[in-house]
């Protein structure tokens, strides 16, 4: 069952959509990415009250530069596609780490968090087809890495938070990348 999905997802990624491009599908699923993304993490900042005094600390999760003026518009999707494995990855972790500590929850913030890990596995397939590589598309992390250091509720409830913020920080990345090549192989600057 799960490898007939996974074709049908692969086949209507593939498939040309009238007027739109892939370049273009690719861009405009980013954006709707981040749109998601940031209404997750709204979702959770009224979920965790709490948080909502707090700022996480610390760097980047997932630190790859895209903004080497060397690299080609095709070489910082490849690089966009490998932050978001480990973005993906650590929304699994998020995910099993939720699911554990309260159980399956049926509300809308859950409802968003798996629209979002849908999206990010569609917008994974999209950039693999631009980049014609054969590159993987399954999630990049360890669900044990995250958690070294995180001490408490408090300490759990910041990483979420912080992973929540790189999905948004990765998203908006996407949808910035993938328009500057949708502009210059398609030549438009409107998707």
């Not at 095709?74 to 494995?85: F, G, K, N, P, W």
């Not at 699994?92 to 849908?118: A, N």
Request: glycine letters at 6%; charged letters at 30%; hydrophobic letters at 35%.
């Amino acid at each position: 069952m799960a490898d007939q999905e996974h074709i049908e997802i692969d086949t209507l990624l593939d498939m040309p959509a009238p007027g739109r491009s892939r370049t273009g599908r690719a861009a405009s699923l980013a954006r709707l990415l981040h749109q998601d993304c940031t209404y997750l993490l709204e979702l959770y900042r009224e979920r965790e009250s709490l948080l909502s005094d707090h700022t996480p600390a610390g760097d980047r999760i997932v630190s790859l530069s895209l903004s080497s003026p060397d690299l080609s518009s095709d070489e910082q999707v490849q690089l966009l596609h490998s932050a978001l494995r480990k973005c993906l990855g650590l929304l699994e972790c998020l995910i099993l780490r939720e699911e554990e500590e309260m159980g399956e929850l049926e509300g809308e913030y859950e409802t968003v968090r798996k629209g979002v890990r849908d999206r990010l596995g569609h917008l994974l397939h999209s950039t693999k087809v631009l980049l014609e590589t054969e590159e993987d598309v399954t999630p990049d992390h360890q669900c044990n890495e995250e958690v070294d250091g995180v001490v408490g509720t408090f300490g759990a409830k910041m990483w979420t938070y912080r992973v929540l913020l790189e999905l948004i920080h990765w998203a908006n990345s996407a949808s910035q990348t993938l328009h500057v090549l949708h502009s210059e192989r398609e030549g438009r600057e409107e998707i």
